[in-house]
């Protein structure tokens, strides 16, 4: 199936590894002229269709830079990913969370994609012709609240929410938007030497590979998504294919939520 991507000038934030970086290569596998965007942008340089942008995108200030390097470039821009974003997990519990925790992470998982999508709009709207956002938020915005990652799910739930509001506002100019939920993916948030399972495994004594094991019994399918995946569904979405899907959050998680 053609994606009808080709030439098309996509931006894709926190794109230096995970799903960021799986993102970019779908969508430049597509013929999409990608602008990347991370703090560090070694693993884009050689990539084909891609030009890499390296920017701290929790300064206020870099979300707008990176669009505008994208226009500057290409001339316009057509599509938004808003990927970047992390997690801390929290074991103390909720009397140890500082304001500063919090307005950390929804700088990362939140405001990094509002501005972003600030700029962008406003470029599809002096464009005239349309344009597609598609943010990847996460199934702790919703799916079982866990107090380990709760400023994290907060976050994710305000970028969802926001995702909504604006595909009312923003559909009648040609521009839609739609969230993708993962749940757990092979990724380093979850598998790095510091990530979740590490994490926590080491706090309850049960080993990370323990706690791997324990996520993966949950999952129907029995493993974690894989960041090639998640990008598929980014892609098809980003596409003029699925013009006529807006305000729409996906989930991708082997099954793990069982509600409807």
């Known amino acids: 199936m053609d994606l009808e991507l080709t030439g098309r000038v996509a931006v ?9 970086l799986a993102v970019a290569e779908e969508l430049a596998a ?17 990539l084909r269709n891609v030009t890499a942008f ?14 505008a390097a994208a226009i500057e470039q290409h001339g316009r821009i057509d599509v938004l990913v808003n990927n970047v974003g992390g997690v801390k997990v929290r074991l103390d519990g909720f009397t140890s969370l500082t304001d500063a925790d919090f307005q950390a992470s929804l700088e990362l998982n939140f405001f990094s994609a509002l501005r972003a999508t ?22 702790n915005a ?6 380990a990652v709760i ?5 994710k739930a ?5 995702s909504k509001a604006l595909s009312q506002e923003l559909a009648p100019h040609g521009i839609r938007i739609a969230s993708v939920s993962p749940g757990q993916v092979s990724t380093d948030l979850w598998l790095a030497d510091d990530g979740v399972a590490a994490t926590i495994g080491e706090a309850t004594g049960a080993g990370a590979e323990a706690i791997r094991e324990q996520v993966t019994a949950g999952i129907p399918t029995g493993r974690f998504t894989t960041p090639r995946e998640v990008a598929a569904l980014v892609t098809v979405l980003a596409s003029p294919r699925t013009a006529n899907v807006n305000g729409s959050n996906f989930v991708i998680d082997g099954g793990l939520i069982k509600t409807l």
């Open 12 to 20: 894709v934030t926190g794109a230096s590894k995970g799903i960021g």
């Open 30 to 46: 597509e013929g999409a002229l990608v602008v990347a965007g991370a703090r560090t942008a070694g693993a884009l340089q050689d």
């Open 54 to 67: 390296a920017v701290d995108l929790v300064d206020p200030d870099g979300p707008g830079r990176l669009v």
């Open 118 to 139: 600030r700029a962008a709009v406003k470029a599809m709207l002096e464009q005239g012709d349309g344009g597609t956002i598609v943010n990847v938020a996460s199934v």
């Open 142 to 147: 919703f799916y079982h609240p866990d107090g």
């Open 151 to 155: 400023d994290y799910g907060a976050a």
């Open 158 to 162: 305000a970028l969802v929410n926001v």
